[in-house]
């Protein structure tokens, strides 16, 4: 049995599993911990457990410690000397004339690195750039190349909920997103209305995407002509989550009606736009 704990290494990052050893840490402990990047810190996120080793889907490296005053120092020199680096950057960028946003710097903990986050609308020679970089810094230099969702997660923001958007506070992963999500949930497909702040489709269309299937599985489609308390109509909306359907009677009335006091007759099909299902 191994002692096993889980850690977070950056705010809303992945977690990964590490080798306790004697080491005593609590949940929300910040530690050091050994990655194939070298020595980098984290916060402890669950409580310690025992694990047999064929549980384990490969070999753990261990934590080293747990934060001393001293790392913390280390850390905030790390913050403070990436916002330098991060001007330092801009400025050779310039002077390359580079097609590329800087979004973040980060120091390895051990300082062994400099990574550098970018995006850009395609790829770019920076072999130039990295050299200069590694001439200023006097370290190795890595440049990685990043989407505009994983930008938004590094810079953070409020989304139009008003709160801190969901990559930057507690998403782990990007799941698929696509705009039929927004079709079925009978949202409006005004870009504006359903893109985040990376421009992108919201993240949060996916939470309740399973819902509103299994629900909309009892509606007839739009157009379907059904047969209700007040007559016969055609359907022009409906409402999955109140459980109603809007109908238009033969003498042109519109009636809204529970789920449950219609009869289908014939079902419609709606005349739609077609829907690019491409994953975002």
């Not at 403070?80 to 973040?104: F, Y």
């Not at 421009?199 to 007839?220: Q, S, V, W």
């Amino acid at each position: 049995m191994t002692q096993v704990v889980q850690v977070r290494l950056r705010e809303a990052g992945r977690t990964y599993s590490f080798m306790l050893g004697d080491i005593d840490l609590k949940r929300d402990d910040y530690c050091i911990i050994q990655s194939e990047r070298g020595l980098e810190y984290g916060q402890v996120v669950s409580d310690s457990h025992q694990a047999n080793k064929e549980e384990l889907e490969q070999e753990l490296r261990m934590v080293v410690r747990k934060i001393t005053i001293n790392d913390r120092y280390q850390i905030l020199k790390n913050i403070r000397d990436s916002r330098s680096a991060l001007n330092t950057c801009l400025q050779k960028i310039k002077e390359h004339n580079l097609p590329m946003k800087l979004v973040d710097v980060e120091y390895a903990f051990d300082r062994t690195k400099i990574v550098f986050y970018f995006t850009s609308e395609g790829r770019v020679d920076f072999r130039e750039l990295v050299k200069d970089l590694a001439r200023v810094f006097k370290s190795r230099i890595e440049l990685r190349q990043i989407g505009v969702r994983d930008e938004a997660k590094l810079i953070g923001g409020i989304g139009p909920c008003g709160r801190k958007i969901c990559c930057a506070l507690f998403l782990r992963d990007f799941d698929p997103i696509n705009i039929r999500m927004a079709k079925d949930q009978n949202l409006s497909l005004n870009p504006s209305k359903i893109s985040g702040v990376c421009g992108r489709l919201l993240c949060c269309l996916k939470y309740e995407h399973e819902t509103y299937c299994a629900l909309g599985r009892d509606f007839p489609p739009r157009e379907s002509i059904v047969s209700t308390p007040h007559g016969e109509g055609r359907i022009i909306n409906k409402n999955i989550l109140g459980r109603t359907v809007d109908v238009v009677l033969e003498d042109e009335r519109e009636m809204t009606c529970n789920i449950d006091e219609i009869t289908l007759i014939k079902e419609g099909k709606p005349k739609e736009k077609p829907i690019d299902d491409e994953n975002e």
